[in-house]
């Protein structure tokens, strides 16, 4: 049973950071590509990044480019995304996704976790 699990997520100040992780569990993370999506309260989701199974292949957002950088640790299963820099506008309920490249690419994977909330606040 494919099982993504985020952490990471809190209240953190405007120009602080964090770190979110996707602990996947139940299938093998090495030959699947990983995204991050966001949802802010009113607005559509969006996607924020994603990787590669080989993460040789990283996108990015326009929004957050320079400012969010995503990595893996296929020995741990996990997917990072770290966040720096952050302001009121990235708050919001951040999911990870897998699927193969092309679907996460198109925002269309298949398997979702629950999601972690980030809000920026002074």
């Known amino acids: 049973q494919v099982q993504l699990v985020e952490s990471g997520g809190g209240l953190v100040q405007p120009g602080g950071s964090l770190r979110l992780s996707c602990a996947a569990s139940?299938?093998?993370?090495?030959?699947?590509?990983i995204g991050w999506f966001r949802q802010a309260p009113g607005k559509e989701r969006e996607g924020v990044s994603c990787i590669g199974s080989t993460a040789d292949s990283t996108y990015y957002a326009n929004s957050v480019k320079g400012q969010f950088t995503i990595s893996r640790d296929n020995a741990k299963n996990t997917v990072y995304l770290q966040m720096n820099s952050l302001n009121p506008e990235d708050t919001a309920v951040y999911y990870c996704?897998?699927?193969?490249?092309?679907?996460?690419?198109?925002?269309?994977?298949?398997?979702w976790g629950q999601g972690t909330q980030v809000t920026v606040s002074s």
């Open positions: 139940g299938f093998i993370l090495d030959y699947y590509a």
């Open positions: 996704a897998t699927d193969d490249l092309r679907a996460v690419v198109a925002s269309t994977p298949r398997y």
